[in-house]
């Protein structure tokens, strides 16, 4: 069974910083694109960043461009979103998916396996 535990969450100020995890078991993801998604109350689930198994290609969606970092640690089975900069509107849970793909991609259902989330909160 494939299980993926976010961490990492938590309450920040405005301009603070988080570092999300999310540990992989059950799938070796090493081959896989790992993707991070947020979603807040009453809204879609929201794309945040994708990268390939490689890192050779990243996308983020525009509203985290330039302040949030994705990587990942195939040994480790793990991947990291480093959020800096953060803001109110960034008030969301948190998810990491798994997609067996090869190429990222920014919509939900291309996405295998989910976390249960991890809540953000940043305060004004």
């Known amino acids: 069974q494939v299980q993926l535990v976010e961490s990492g969450g938590g309450l920040v100020q405005a301009g603070g910083s988080l570092r999300l995890s999310c540990a992989v078991s059950?799938?070796?993801?090493?081959?896989?694109?790992m993707g991070w998604f947020r979603q807040a109350p009453g809204k879609e689930r929201m794309f945040v960043a994708a990268?390939?198994?490689?890192?050779?290609?990243?996308y983020y969606g525009d509203s985290v461009k330039g302040r949030f970092t994705i990587s990942r640690d195939n040994a480790k089975n793990t991947v990291y979103l480093q959020m800096n900069s953060l803001k109110p509107e960034d008030t969301a849970v948190y998810y990491c998916?798994?997609?067996?793909?090869?190429?990222?991609?920014?919509?939900?259902?291309?996405?295998?396996?989910w976390g249960q989330g991890t809540q953000v909160t940043v305060s004004s």
């Open positions: 990268i390939s198994w490689s890192g050779g290609s990243i």
């Open positions: 059950g799938r070796t993801v090493s081959r896989d694109v």
């Open positions: 998916a798994v997609d067996v793909g090869i190429v990222p991609h920014r919509t939900t259902a291309s996405y295998d396996y």
